[in-house]
């Protein structure tokens, strides 16, 4: 049974830092496209980053403030957030894909975590 297990959520004060960790028990974890999403209270799930074999993307909003990483070894996606803003309280949400599609989208993944919250008070 494949599992996605966030971690290192919590709660920070604005301008300060969080490093997200995302545990996946996947065979052939490097084939993996891997996708940070999040959901704030009353908004839909956006994407934040994904990573592939080399290349990374971000969503606009948090580019030059996050970044995503990944151990293959470990089976392990991370997101350091750094710089936060109360605007990037929300759910932290990792996943999975490996069809053909747009990394961008939430349907292009096929396993998800259970979310861990990051709170960013002002």
């Known amino acids: 049974q494949v599992q996605l297990v966030e971690s290192g959520g919590g709660l920070v004060q604005a301008g300060g830092s969080l490093r997200l960790s995302c545990a996946a028990s996947?065979?052939?974890?490097?084939?993996?496209?891997m996708g940070w999403f999040r959901q704030a209270p009353g908004k839909e799930r956006e994407f934040v980053a994904a990573?592939?074999?080399?290349?990374?993307d971000y969503a606009d909003s948090v580019k030059g403030r996050f970044t995503i990483s990944r151990d293959n070894a470990k089976n392990t996606v991370f997101l350091q957030v750094n710089s936060l803003k109360p605007e990037d309280t929300a759910v932290y949400y990792c996943?999975?894909?490996?069809?053909?599609?747009?990394?961008?989208?939430?349907?292009?993944?096929?396993?998800w975590g259970q979310g861990t919250q990051v709170t960013v008070s002002s």
């Open positions: 996943a999975a894909g490996q069809d053909p599609g747009s990394r961008y989208s939430t349907s292009y993944y096929n396993y």
């Open positions: 996947l065979r052939a974890f490097s084939s993996y496209i």
């Open positions: 990573i592939g074999w080399r290349r990374t």
